[in-house]
């Protein structure tokens, strides 16, 4: 968004009515605003009343140029709720506090209150969506999403709908009954959106559907059909990387790129690509540490290595570990192990060392269990 929302002009009449800030959730110096909002995916956005901090809209995931002014519309309305409304506005209040269980609950009263044409209805459903996902109530998602896609298929949110929807779809119990009916209409769903033109989705989100469906041929055990999905996934890419004007926007889609190079075992792809963002972006630890995990799937470990230790010198907070996590699996497929040890070890240390707010107790066990797994 920072690449290809943020940078359009119509924004500029918001700048009297919002006061903007951009968090970086790897400093330590803004741990107490984590502890406050609790960030649970990458991007989440936050529209925070100054009165008294509270949330009055969380938003996950990216967002179109249309739908943040929507999503700015409708906080600037909140002196205009009854009814459903207040439905809303409480669930949205939930979902900002991070009590996705409660919010899913909230955000389903507000959908059974609303009118046929509810302006909110596509948030809402979103919102709703998200929250099941993080409670882990796969059917429910399942069923909302398949309910909700026929109304939103023409929207901005039909990626969102249809990739959540299919991926809570194949995580449904094996023996549920509704299980693969709802996979093959959610299936057909994601289907349609990649092989249609939708200028007004964002590319980010029509990647999340090919990697939804790439999952669900996985699932399936459908090893021709991946592959098929995941080499069609890389050719999306690459053209929506070729038609950014900016380097800031080639190199968006680096992440994606990188995933699906390495999922059809064609790591060395992602090479050239990673070398130009290094070069372009000289302070950015992405570029360098990405570059560690194509060369180590490539097995030239001394070159991971190398750019392992440029990522570390930039890297900071949270993504340390992550990196130092990944240079200990670059040794354990070079075969040095008391290497590996020392890398998970400070990766412990790392993580151990972050203060309340980007402290992850389930990530130090994590790392606890590998360490204690080596042989």
């Given amino acids: 968004m920072r690449a290809f929302v943020f940078t359009d ?30 960030v649970q995916a990458w991007p989440s956005f936050y529209v925070v009343n100054a009165k008294d901090e509270s949330v009055a809209i969380r938003w996950v995931g990216g967002a179109t140029l249309p739908q943040l002014k929507k999503l700015l519309t409708d906080v600037t309305k909140t002196n205009q709720r009854s009814g459903v409304g207040e439905a809303l ?3 949205d209040r939930l979902y900002g506090q991070g009590k996705n269980a409660e919010a899913a609950d909230a955000y ?8 046929p044409e509810w302006p909110q209805y596509a948030r809402a459903i979103e919102s709703r969506l998200f929250a099941l996902q993080r409670i882990h109530d796969s059917k429910a998602c399942a069923q909302t999403a398949s309910e909700a896609f026929p109304r939103l298929a023409q929207t901005p949110s039909a990626a969102n709908v249809a990739a959540s929807g299919l991926d809570c779809a194949v995580s449904m119990k094996a023996d549920d009954p509704e299980r693969e009916k709802l996979i093959a209409d959610l299936r057909q769903a994601c289907r ?17 559907v090919y990697i939804s ?19 069609d996934w890389a050719t999306f890419l690459e053209g929506a990387a070729a038609h950014a004007r ?12 990188l995933s699906a190079y390495l999922d059809l075992k064609e790591p060395e792809r992602a090479i050239p690509m990673l070398e130009a963002s290094e070069k372009d972006f000289p302070n950015d630890y992405n570029p360098p540490a990405r570059l560690a995990m194509a060369y180590k799937a ?15 010198t930039k890297a900071y907070g949270p993504r340390k570990i992550l990196i130092w996590n990944n240079r200990a ?7 040095d192990l008391p290497a590996a040890r020392e890398a998970i070890q400070e990766a412990l240390h790392t993580a151990e060392d972050l203060p309340a707010g980007q402290r992850s107790e389930n990530q130090i066990a994590s790392l606890k269990k590998k360490l204690s797994d080596m042989p």
Avoid: C
């Avoid at 389903?108 to 009118?115: F, G, K, Q, V």
């Fill in 9 to 38: 002009e119509s924004l500029k009449r918001y700048a009297g009515q919002f006061v903007w800030l951009s968090i970086d959730t790897e400093k330590a110096s803004n741990a107490d605003f984590l502890k406050k909002f609790p």
């Fill in 89 to 91: 506005a409480r669930a």
């Fill in 108 to 115: 389903r009263e507000a959908l059974r209150l609303a009118p």
């Fill in 192 to 208: 349609d959106l990649v092989s249609s033109s939708r200028p007004d989705i964002a590319a980010d989100d029509l990647s999340s």
């Fill in 213 to 231: 469906l790439a999952n669900e041929r996985e699932a399936a055990h459908d090893e021709e059909g991946t592959k098929k999905i995941e080499s």
């Fill in 246 to 257: 900016t380097a800031e926007g080639r190199a968006a889609f680096d992440s994606h790129r």
């Fill in 298 to 312: 490539m097995k030239r470990f001394d070159d991971a290595l190398a750019a392992s230790d440029r990522a570390l």
């Fill in 329 to 335: 699996d670059i040794y354990i497929a070079k075969g």
